[in-house]
């Protein structure tokens, strides 16, 4: 099983809709959780970090279920500039400061 | 904003040849790390340093070494290219344990 999954997409919707992606754990002892954002051969960039109290910045909501050990992001009124590929990313205790990546979730966002 | 350079974006490499990638972060991060990304993949990481002279073995250690002889400057040699190593490598730094990275832009490797 992998450490980090996520479901790959692509998840094509109109502009304006509501998205949200999730994405498994499987060491319980995860201790830090990130969303980055990957543009078409780009680098990825850190989008936000998932707080257990869960944080928003703007249209961007992130939740973090450590019972079930899952995160979640939610975009609301998607923009065509949101199209890119989401990655999860987890730390583990003992693993250092190492980020474990997700493969990532695609988004295309349409007119 | 903290930057981080990796001196190619494309290389195209030989067989067998021997190939250095280098990554110079300018904001004083203990951390560095190379990974490479693979469609399917994802990231996975090679090898990574929490100071200078010091290294450790990532997940895909195998056919590749590193030097970071200096704490701004990670370097990931490849002692002798084969065409399995040809992906996307990126390099990334951080400041603290369990901090965000900041990555470089990539490097595009082909062996041919």
């Known amino acids: 099983r992998k450490e980090v999954e996520q479901d790959p997409g692509p998840f094509n919707v109109p502009e304006g809709a509501t998205v949200a992606f999730n994405c498994t754990y499987s060491n319980s002892a995860s201790q830090s959780f990130f969303w980055y954002r990957q543009d078409c051969r780009k680098e990825p960039k850190l989008l936000m970090s998932?707080?257990?109290s869960g944080n928003e910045d703007g249209r961007f909501t992130a939740q973090l279920n450590r019972a079930s050990q899952y995160i979640s992001l939610l975009i609301r009124d998607s923009k065509l500039s949101d199209s890119a590929t989401y990655l999860c990313v987890v730390t583990f205790t003992g693993g250092g400061n190492k980020l474990t990546f997700g493969t990532g979730t695609q988004l295309k966002v349409e007119l | 904003d903290v930057k981080v350079t990796q001196s190619s974006r494309y290389l195209v490499k030989r067989t067998g040849e021997k190939v250095f990638l280098e990554c110079v972060q300018d904001?004083?991060?203990?951390?560095m790390f190379w990974y490479r990304q693979d469609p399917g993949l994802g990231l996975r990481l090679i090898y990574f340093s929490y100071d200078v002279k010091m290294k450790e073995k990532g997940d895909i250690p195998e056919g590749y070494s590193v030097s970071r002889e200096k704490k701004e400057r990670f370097s990931l040699i490849l002692e002798s290219a084969s065409t399995n190593q040809t992906s996307m490598y990126l390099c990334?730094?951080?400041?603290?344990?369990?901090?965000?990275?900041?990555f470089g832009s990539g490097t595009r490797l082909t062996v041919v």
């Open positions: 998932v707080y257990s």
């Open positions: 990334a730094s951080s400041l603290v344990a369990g901090d965000g990275y900041t």
């Open positions: 904001m004083d991060h203990e951390n």
